[in-house]
Each structure stands twice: as C-alpha cells, then as structure tokens.
C-alpha cells in the first residue's frame, strides 16, 4: 500500500496550492480520505476528510477556504487550498481509513498515510 502525495511548494500569502494524493495497493474507492498537516513544533492536526461517496468534511479553520475531492478513476484525492495564510505553512499529508471508522480528526482512524509534502506560505 502506498500514498503519494505531492503539490507542495513555495506560495505567496493569497496564493492557491492544489495538493494530490494517488494510492496504490488497495481498493480506493473503498476507503475514507483525509489530509492532515503538521507545522514546526506543532501536533499534526486534521484539515479536511472525503468519504468513500464523497462525502466531505472541514473544520471551521479551513472550511470555506480549502475543498476536498477525489476521482475514483485515477485512485487519487485533492485539495484545493485558496486564499493561503502564513499560518497555512505545514507539511501536508493523506492518508487512508479502510475501516470507515468517521473519526475524522483522530489519526489512529487512519490505516495509511502519505509521505507528506511542504507548503511553504510567505507573507
């Protein structure tokens, strides 16, 4: 099994990012998507979850800004990061919840994670 994702980079403040997640190794479709992103000196934290039906979900930080999609075809989940913030600065990482547990802020839910990639936002 193995997420990869990628779209990390150097912004300015204002700027958009659109992150990827492809999976490889299991049945996708079948799976809860997350993105989570963990700053310097920070916890990880949760940013935005999809549903195997494509349900998604925010939390009021990100909702309104960020937007969570996926395409069963090319095993792949996004996310479209608008109006970027220094804040917004962390490494970004998908990951995968076979059990379809719901827990969306809670890491243990997830079976599989992504390497993470950087997003770097400058004032």
């Known amino acids: 099994v193995q997420l990869q994702a990628s779209g990390g980079g150097w912004v300015q403040a204002g700027g958009s990012l659109r992150l990827s997640c492809v999976a490889r190794?299991?049945?996708?479709?079948?799976?809860?998507m997350g993105w989570f992103r963990q700053a310097p000196g920070k916890e990880r934290e949760f940013v935005s979850g999809i549903s195997w039906s494509g349900t998604p979900h925010y939390t009021e930080s990100t909702k309104g800004q960020f937007t969570i999609s996926r395409d069963i075809a090319s095993n792949s989940v996004f996310l479209q990061m608008d109006s970027l913030k220094p804040e917004d600065t962390a490494v970004y990482y998908c990951?995968?919840?076979?059990?379809?547990?719901?827990?969306?802020?809670?890491?243990?839910?997830?079976?599989?994670w992504g390497q993470g990639t950087l997003v770097t936002v400058s004032s």
């Open positions: 990951a995968a919840d076979g059990r379809l547990l719901r827990n969306w802020r809670h890491l243990d839910a997830y079976d599989y």
């Open positions: 190794g299991y049945t996708f479709r079948t799976y809860d």
